[in-house]
């Protein structure tokens, strides 16, 4: 308990840095928002009457203090862009992001570490060898060019190549434009505007779990307490899975709150090449407008993602691991 | 050093050659435009209407793929190895100066590099690049910025391992100042950690520059960089997909050798400490 409530004090702590960290930011940035607001001929009475409204005329400890007690409040302030609450464009755009991250997240861990535990098992050999050099490339390949190559592919080279009707998949928006599909329907059109992303973002994210994947259960695979397992007639898939795999797992849990940002990175490029409107496109189209509110906001979520995932795989380690177990 | 490390090497050390070099024999000004409509969107492998060939086919402008490749190389790798180099030094100093000197100023630096870590380093660096304005300078200082906490952990408990070692103390007994202690005897032996982050960073440097100037963000045209190219070749890509698709081939080959290279540092210098290296 009493370590429960360390953690926790620490991630409150870690997210009231970064708040304060971004404030700071956007104050050492030159200039300030009212240059971008006011129209270039503006007297320099209006630009003072904008600075008072929007509170930007206080000493710096006074906004600072407001910054933060709205945060806490839940108030992310109001779009310089469109006048909207930061807080209802955001919600309108992390269910898009969280549900293309997560369904990434699983499916690259779920393949990662399949493809980790095949080079552990079979290390040193042709397929260890070449997984490696597999997943060493997507690793090192950028996720927007990723995207854009597999548009290419399903653009240019599917007229080129004559693909098949199935696989014309779509590559830009979340749904037909014209459509006008329900229920069923509805959902197979979702699913294949889905496939692009969701493959680039699984490709990048299974990676690099793949390598880390190999090396947490190369150590285990080879162990003596395996070696016993194998020795009393465990078969090899039932060794891997029902004895090397319960230990190696629970640093690779931890993974997968360590490849959240990396995912979140990548769902910012995948968003905007594919048209999604998630939390990555309206960072970006907030930044190209200068909308510093939204951009603030949306750094402060996913800051708090991230400490939250690990929150959760700090507190859920103890519990995976079959050597703490009781 | 194991094999692939060795080709990584070798694939960095040819690639700088490459792209220092044929940008001064190269026959044509790679950032000209010249007759566009005969010599734009050239395909790979093939003649222009003038008769000239293109290894790499031509971009909008009818500009050479493969020069301007090689041209923008020199950015992409400068400002890669540039970020990564001097954010570990950063880290280094920062992370021996807090667990050297302790106390409050300990606990501020790793507040805020635990606070940093915790954002995405790419939204990190959207934050600062939507900031201040986008250019060569601004890039490699934010990525150096955003790019300096994980060094700074690694070399403050390497720092503090290192410090109860008993020749540390044999230094403190026979009357070693303080900073000539850390510099002569704590540092170098704590530094292994930062070399690795520092050499896997590169390629990390590289695909962050690269992306950051896909978005706009980074290295503006028309100093090409291989994440701008990228950009220029975003729209083209139903129609001429190899503007956008062949300086992400560079980007992979070269990402790939600093990542090669990286791996074979650290497992050499993990061998090394452990005594087991070849």
Known sequence: MRALLTRLSTALFLFWLVVSITFVLVHLAPGDATTLLVPPDASPADAALLRGRLG???????????????????????????????????????????????????????IGTTIGAAQAVRRGRPLDHLLTVVTTTVYAAPSFWLALSLVALFTYGAAKWGFPEVLRLPAFGMRDPAGEATGVAALMDLIRHAVLPVAVLTAVGAGGIARYARSALADVVHADFVRTARARGAGPLRALAGHALPVALPPLVILLALALPGVIAGSVFVESIFAWPGMGRAMLTAIAARDYPVVMGATIVYAAMVIVANLVADLMLPLLDPRRRR | MTRPARAGAAIIAVLAILVIAVPLVAPVDPLAVGDVLSTRLVPPLSRDEAGHFHLLGTDRFGRDMFQRMMLAGRISLAVGVLGSLLGAAVGTLLGALAAWRGGLLQAGIMAVADALLAVPRLVLLLLCSALWAPGLTTVVVILVGTGWMGVARLVRGEVLGVSARPYVE???????????????????????????????GVGNAILLESGLSFLGLGVQPPTPSWGNMIAGGRDLIVIAPWVAIAPGLALVVTVLAATMLGDGVRDWLAGERTGTSE
């Open chain 1, 56 to 110: 930007l005329d206080a000493p710096v400890a006074v906004q600072y203090g407001r910054w933060t007690w709205s945060v806490v409040r839940g108030d992310l302030g109001t779009s310089f862009a469109t006048g909207r609450a930061v807080t209802s464009i955001l919600a309108d755009a992390l269910p898009v992001s969280l549900a293309l991250g997560g369904i990434s997240l699983l499916l690259s861990f779920v």
């Open chain 2, 170 to 200: 044999a230094a403190t007994a026979l009357g070693v100042p303080g900073r000539r202690l850390l510099w002569r005897h704590v540092l170098p032996n704590a530094l292994g950690p930062a070399v690795v982050a520092a050499t896997l």
